[in-house]
């Protein structure tokens, strides 16, 4: 890469080539994103300027992040930054990547919410933050309280919160699930919690072992999260109240079982993803 003058379009175009032998899914995209990162420019601008030629400098900065991809790190990782609803979370390897299909809770969520709701919400398992943030970015008056057991994890979401300008409507706790937190009247409850199964641990994209095992691993059957929660959170939903919860592929009927058979929630819809996977899972509240 180093021993010839390089424009940015035969750049772009060998970088795909590698990634694509290297079989990565995604690979003009995530050349092009790597490299707007460099020049720290739009990815528009290459576009425009593919006969541009690149700097010494400017090509040992991209190598560097180009080899980081091949070795499969996420581009998320690499930049520790990743778009979310559209705005940017910083993310490390003590976070879950905030993955596209959750944008489906939140836009769930928004539905039902409206542009004045006051509602508080309680995010179970908040990582980044990502999820409650972006309510709360789209829902001026809202509040809530994210919980999650690692530390590292809250340190990120608070970072999220001062960047995103929300600290004042945003508390975090350090817990085990709910078992630290008060009991309080929340409107909503949300979660993406851990649903992968034993199996799909040992099938993992090479990228997802960069996630906390943590953030990933729900049991034997991918459902322990959603039991512990169903059980624990009825003193935490107001009667009326919601719950909204993302589920894995296949999962949402099992979850909707766990959650109604403690006869304190009715199943009030399930949401698609855009891949036609049966994704959120809403219950209110009864008695």
């Known amino acids: 890469m180093m021993n010839k003058?390089?424009?940015i379009g035969a750049l772009l175009a060998w970088t795909t080539q590698f990634f694509t032998s290297k079989g990565i899914?995604?690979?003009?995209?995530?050349a092009e994103i790597l490299l707007s990162h460099v020049l720290n420019k739009e990815r528009i601008y290459l576009y425009a300027h593919y006969d541009e030629p690149m700097t010494t400098e400017e090509l040992a900065a991209y190598r560097e992040l180009v080899k980081k991809r091949a070795d499969r790190l996420s581009v998320a990782h690499i930049l520790g930054e990743k778009s979310f609803m559209g705005l940017d979370f910083l993310v490390n390897e003590q976070v879950l990547i905030p993955r596209p299909e959750t944008e489906m809770l939140v836009e769930t969520v928004l539905e039902q919410l409206t542009q004045d709701s006051q509602a508080h919400i309680l995010d179970i398992g908040t990582g980044s933050g990502a999820i409650l943030l972006s309510v709360l970015h789209e829902r001026p008056q809202c509040r809530g309280l994210g919980v999650d057991i690692s530390q590292q994890a809250l340190?990120?979401?608070?970072?999220?919160?001062?960047?995103?300008g929300l600290s004042d409507r945003v508390s975090w706790k350090i817990s085990d699930l709910l078992a630290s937190v008060p009991p309080a009247a929340y409107d909503w409850v949300v979660s993406n919690p851990p649903y992968l199964t034993a199996d799909d641990m040992h099938h993992l994209q090479p990228e997802v072992r960069h996630d906390p095992a943590l953030a990933l691993f729900g049991g034997e059957d991918g459902l322990e999260y959603y039991r512990r929660i169903a059980g624990d959170?009825?003193?935490y939903v107001k009667v009326d109240g919601f719950c909204a919860i993302e589920a894995g592929a296949g999962q949402s009927r099992d979850i909707a079982s766990i959650f109604t058979s403690t006869g304190h929630f009715a199943l009030q819809r399930i949401v698609n993803d855009y891949g036609g996977i049966e994704r959120v899972?809403?219950?209110?509240r009864k008695e």
């Open 5 to 7: 003058l390089w424009t």
């Open 25 to 30: 899914d995604s690979p003009r995209l995530d």
């Open 155 to 164: 340190d990120v979401a608070r970072k999220n919160g001062e960047r995103l």
């Open 233 to 235: 959170v009825v003193p």
């Open 281 to 284: 899972v809403v219950f209110q």
